[in-house]
């Protein structure tokens, strides 16, 4: 009891990613992607230092997936997966990547807001939000239908590729002349004009997003947890942590934390179910043994916590199972 009081949640590791090859909408051309969620992802490239903000007002606005040991969120280095907050920054240095996977849209009309994109390589595919990039030289403006489109940013200006979809571009010393980007073109934004749009072909696209092959070997490689039996994991330990309020027992900590997030986060940095039911056991082990010396606490609270437990064992234990497909 006394060793397990002491493990705070430090532990390092990668939840697990689902990669497949879907074919883009773009005449004979087909190019590797990992699936989208409702909300849209954004990838980033070392270097880049965008700030994210979503229209619809929420709190925290997805999830951020990292490969790499230098990955700042807010000029703080972080190693693990961990929710995005509003209007964060996030920044990637030398052999460094960062997936940004946008939750779906609270209303109608909103918009993902990245600004402030000054260098490196930035990748996006909208869905729901539309995202608008306001970077150094200009701002390019996914239009509302699905978009993928590539950015990369050297030398004062920004190169702008349309891979689905299409865009809306402008100077910043220009805004009231927009060049429309449609799919398979490209435009350099400069401070003072818009070059382009030109075609672009299949290897040229290829060529420009070549190193999202690291960001997506390094996902692919982890090991992990499904993200959905992480917040079963985190309503049940945030459950538990109101219990022992409750009870007055006195249990401090981070396995005690009354937030959500904490334990979600800790959830995803793990590489195996098996820690989770050894941390949601051992707190039920802690308050069992803090209700018996509170004869106070209430019978019907004191046998429904062990049918709770169960269950949520029962789940973790299904799902670290193999199906019969993957066997």
């Not at 280095?77 to 990547?97: E, F, K, M």
């Not at 306001?134 to 940013?153: N, S």
């Not at 820690?275 to 209700?291: P, V």
Request: aromatic share 6%.
């Amino acid at each position: 009891m006394e060793v397990w009081m002491r493990s705070p949640y430090t532990q390092a590791g990668w939840p697990a990613a689902l990669l497949s090859v879907v074919a883009l909408v773009t005449g004979c051309n087909t190019m590797p992607t990992t699936p989208v969620p409702d909300g849209g992802i954004a990838d980033g490239d070392e270097n880049t230092d965008p700030r994210f903000v979503r229209t619809d007002k929420r709190a925290t606005i997805g999830r951020v997936r990292i490969v790499g040991r230098n990955v700042f969120v807010d000029d703080r280095r972080v190693q693990q997966d961990q929710r995005l907050a509003n209007n964060a920054d996030v920044r990637t240095g030398p052999r460094s990547w960062v997936r940004v996977e946008f939750d779906p849209a609270l209303e109608a009309g909103c918009r993902t807001l990245i600004q402030g994109f000054r260098r490196g390589n930035l990748y996006g595919e909208s869905e729901g939000c539309p995202h608008e990039v306001t970077a150094e030289p200009g701002t390019i403006r996914a239009e509302p239908v699905p978009t993928r489109y590539h950015l990369g940013a050297r030398g004062g200006s920004v190169v702008v590729t349309v891979i689905e979809g299409a865009a809306v571009v402008w100077a910043k010393w220009s805004p009231s002349q927009p060049i429309r980007v449609g799919p398979m073109q490209e435009a350099r934004v400069a401070p003072g004009n818009v070059i382009g749009p030109t075609p672009v072909t299949r290897r040229q696209v290829e060529a420009r997003t070549a190193w999202r092959a690291s960001l997506e070997r390094g996902l692919e490689n982890r090991t992990g947890i499904d993200p959905a039996l992480c917040e079963g994991y985190a309503a049940e330990a945030v459950r538990q942590s109101g219990q022992n309020l409750q009870y007055r027992c006195g249990f401090d900590g981070p396995l005690w934390a009354p937030d959500f997030e904490t334990h979600l986060n800790w959830c995803l940095a793990q590489g195996e179910p098996a820690s989770l039911e050894r941390q949601t056991a051992a707190r039920a082990r802690a308050l069992r043994d803090c209700q018996a010396k509170n004869q106070g606490s209430t019978q019907s609270q004191g046998t429904a916590r062990p049918l709770l437990l169960g269950i949520f064992s029962d789940l973790l234990r299904r799902r670290a199972e193999p199906s019969p497909d993957n066997q």
